[in-house]
T-cell receptor
């Protein structure tokens, strides 16, 4: 799995877009970018994933740079319930997911 | 609705006791995992299984053991609990077709006194 680098923490005002960056400069061609989040101490929850094209679902958008060395998870209208730790994971396998330290997003009023 | 169930949700137990944390899933997933997480810290993989009668140790060394006799059931056992085992234990299962297919249980918060 490629190593990822994320900011330790970020703040976002409620209603605004939250943009969470992730660097993965050693990503290889068959590796996908996945995002999970963990709210308080619940189990992590899958958000979105992509290979090289930008992706959007009902939860978020994922923007991957053309060289694939970095990506950004976008929560378009953050709410207090989006306060969580967000994990960027780069892997080419479906097994043994490694979570790292993630970004602690605090959404405020 | 939860398709993966962990019991108990909270457990406080004395040193030296044997404990088993239960994990069951109804999705028919072959792959199951146990993660350990201290408050505010990273998740660490301690055990995984790719199917019945298959178990492997994870990236973090653990004194616990696991078994996989049935596809849906993946219990974790501590033969003699110690205060250093105090932590949250999270069980997960996956479809195996991609890293998006992980489903986690609600966790067991274990305190050994």
């Amino acid at each position: 799995d490629a190593k990822t680098t994320q900011p330790t923490s970020m703040d976002c005002a409620e209603g605004r877009a939250a943009n969470l960056p992730c660097n993965h400069s050693t990503i290889s061609g068959n590796e996908y970018v996945y995002w999970y989040r963990q709210i308080h101490s619940q189990g992590p929850q899958y958000i979105i994933h992509g290979l090289k094209n930008n992706e959007t679902n009902e939860m978020a958008s994922l923007i991957i740079t053309e060289d694939r060395k970095s990506s950004t998870l976008i929560l378009p209208h953050a709410t207090l319930r989006d306060t969580a730790v967000y994990y960027c994971i780069v892997t080419g396998t479906a097994s043994k997911l490694t979570f790292g330290t993630g970004t602690r997003l605090q959404v405020t009023l | 609705e939860a398709d993966i169930y962990q019991t108990p949700r909270y457990l406080v137990i004395g040193t030296g006791k044997k404990i088993t944390l239960e994990c069951s899933q109804t999705m028919g997933h072959d792959k199951m995992y146990w993660y350990q997480q201290d408050p505010g810290m990273e998740l660490h993989l301690i055990h995984y299984s790719y199917g019945v009668n298959s178990t492997e140790k994870g990236d973090l060394s653990s004194e616990s053991t696991v078994s996989r006799i049935r596809t849906e059931h993946f219990p974790l056992t501590l033969e003699s609990a110690r205060p250093s085992h105090t932590s949250q234990y999270l069980c997960a299962s996956s479809t195996g077709t991609g890293a998006y297919g992980y489903t986690f249980g609600s966790g067991t918060r274990l305190t050994v006194v």
